[in-house]
Nanobody, 115 residues
Framework: VQLVQSGAELRNPGASVKVSCKAS????????IHWVRQAPGQGLEWMGR????????QFARKFQDRVTFTVDTSTNTAYVEVSSLRAEDTAVYYC?????????WGQGTQVIVSS
């Protein structure tokens, strides 16, 4: 199982960013993809998850207005888009796939929000 994420991003406040997570080595539609972020000096923060088979989503309350989860099943890729970026959105963003016996993680994508 591999989850490969897109590269680092630098954005101005108020802009949007879209991070990708390309999955391989398993049946993409069989497992939820979760998104987690870690701000500098902070712990892991769960953002939500998407069901790649049906497209259903669930969000942590603080993200439900500015975050969108999507998937492209033709390329086995999941996406998270964060809009109206603020400085406090600066973090490393991770995708994760909880499997039957373990959790597989992407390598992380650094997003920096700064003017």
């Amino acid at each position: 199982v591999q989850l490969v994420q897109s590269g680092a991003e630098l954005r101005n406040p108020g802009a949007s960013v879209k991070v990708s997570c390309k999955a391989s080595g398993y049946s993409f539609t069989a497992y939820y993809i979760h998104w987690v972020r870690q701000a500098p000096g902070q712990g892991l923060e769960w953002m939500g998850r998407i069901d790649p088979e049906h497209g259903g989503t669930q969000f942590a309350r603080k993200f439900q207005d500015r975050v969108t989860f999507t998937v492209d099943t033709s390329t086995n890729t999941a996406y998270v888009e964060v809009s109206s970026l603020r400085a406090e959105d600066t973090a490393v963003y991770y995708c994760a796939r909880p499997g039957a016996h373990d959790v597989n993680w992407g390598q992380g994508t650094q997003v920096i929000v700064s003017s």
